[in-house]
T-cell receptor, first 111, second 114 residues
């Protein structure tokens, strides 16, 4: 099965800066989702973007989707120390809603 | 009022033992999942149940046997534990139908096989 692949793998930024992560995939999708995982915790859903959407916002999060390039980006604006976490993209191809996860981006926001 | 809960949170056991992990969701969701996250944080689906019926069964050794006594519970029994089973196991749930595609994850069960 095809998986989302995030890039870069690790990112360290100062508080207040923006953080951008990319995700690429290889198949057609129904939607692409981003999840956050704090250390020692489960994954928390952040945002879902459908294949017919190009951009979506949720608070300080902005997600773009380019189906022609099979890629997505997650932008966190004005980062905070609490944003320190691993971020995963996951693609859904529909049917029984199996999600295929990428390897995750570790983001460290330095206060 | 935890939405998706798992027990135990930590599990340390000897190779060859049999152990179970339990998952419960109080969200009224129809679909539940088990995922395995390895030491490199790669997350892979193992099983999915919808209304107590198995709908996804990835290439998982048959030492792993899921059981869903009702749609709010999905347990995972592992026989003859091996060193390579050490990982974090996550349960997740999702409502059925329409545009309900977000999955809700439990806190994870950290399994260490010695």
């Amino acid at each position: 099965s095809q998986q989302g692949e995030e890039d870069p793998q690790a990112l360290s930024i100062q508080e207040g800066e923006n953080a951008t992560m990319n995700c690429s995939y290889k198949t057609s999708i129904n939607n692409l989702q981003w999840y956050r995982q704090n250390s020692g915790r489960g994954l928390v859903h952040l945002i879902l973007i459908r294949s017919n959407e190009r951009e979506k916002h949720s608070g300080r999060l902005r997600v773009t989707l380019d189906t022609s390039k099979k890629s997505s980006s997650l932008l966190i604006t004005a980062s905070r120390a609490a944003d320190t976490a691993s971020y995963f993209c996951a693609i859904s191809r529909g049917g029984n809603n199996r999600l295929a996860f990428g390897k995750g981006n570790q983001v460290v926001v330095i206060p | 009022d935890t939405a998706v809960s798992q027990t135990p949170k930590y599990l340390v056991t000897q190779m060859g033992n049999d152990k179970s992990i339990k998952c419960e969701q109080n969200l009224g969701h129809d679909t539940m999942y088990w995922y395995k996250q390895d030491s490199k944080k790669f997350l892979k689906i193992m099983f999915s149940y919808n209304n107590k019926e198995l709908i996804i069964n990835e290439t998982v050794p048959n030492r792993f046997s899921p059981k869903s006594p009702d749609k709010a519970h999905l347990n995972l029994h592992i026989n003859s534990l091996e060193l390579g089973d050490s990982a974090v196991y996550f349960c997740a749930s999702r409502p059925s139908g329409g545009d309900q595609e977000t999955q809700y994850f439990g806190p994870g069960t950290r399994l260490l096989v010695l």
